[in-house]
């Protein structure tokens, strides 16, 4: 299914709703399809949205209230055939100084609903750390068209978060391999710094 932005402000509307708040983070591809006009129908396929409410007394609850409301195999989901996935703010793992880049979205059909969103390059990052095939078709897809810089990626990666115990996100080098690899694919010459 092919993620438009009036998919997206039905679905913030709906966020708001179930959970009682206007002011939402949105990460994962439709960040993109939110922030930026132009991009290739190849980079708008998905079923949902990831969210989360950072004002929410309790964010993990909020976005549990989003799951079990407008989620994945719920009512809405069935009817409408896009549903909204309430995740955490760890969820996706981008330079830590993205709410810099970060601007507001209010969507024309959904008054009141604000959602943040990250810029292209600290959302391709987190797909980055990801790094599932839908994630490299995705990247590769942005980089052909220009719509994520793989030189801005690469100068972000010293502010990537240190991965956890899990290796949770990978090391910055296997970042930097990951993006090499991604380069090349791409027929991008990529100098990325040490």
């Known amino acids: 299914m092919i993620m438009r932005r009036r998919s997206i402000d039905h679905i913030l509307r709906a966020a708001a709703r179930v959970t009682g708040q206007t002011r939402f983070v949105l ?3 439709a960040a993109v399809i939110a922030r930026t006009k132009h991009i290739p129908l190849n980079m708008m396929y998905t079923p949902e949205i990831d969210i989360y409410a950072p ?4 964010i993990e609850l909020a976005s549990e209230q989003i799951v079990g409301n407008i989620g994945q195999g719920s009512q809405f989901h069935n009817e409408f055939g896009y549903y909204g996935d309430g995740v ?3 969820t996706a793992k981008m330079p830590i100084d993205w709410q810099e880049r970060a601007v507001e979205y209010m969507g024309e059909e959904c008054p009141g609903v604000i959602a943040i969103v990250p810029d292209e390059d600290d959302v391709a990052l987190a797909k980055l750390a990801a790094w599932r095939e839908k994630d490299q ?3 590769a897809e942005g980089a052909k068209a220009g719509v994520i810089s ?3 990626m690469a100068s972000r990666l010293s502010l990537m978060p240190q991965p956890n115990a899990d290796g949770i996100p990978p090391a910055r080098r296997i970042l930097a391999d990951r ?6 694919r ?3 010459v990529l100098m990325i710094p040490p």
């Not at 993006?179 to 090349?184: G, I, P, T, V």
């Open 27 to 29: 990460v994962g591809s």
């Open 55 to 58: 004002d929410a007394d309790d």
């Open 88 to 90: 955490s703010p760890a």
């Open 137 to 139: 078709a995705w990247l």
């Open 150 to 152: 793989l030189e801005r």
């Open 179 to 184: 993006l090499r690899s991604l380069a090349a």
């Open 186 to 188: 791409s027929n991008i």
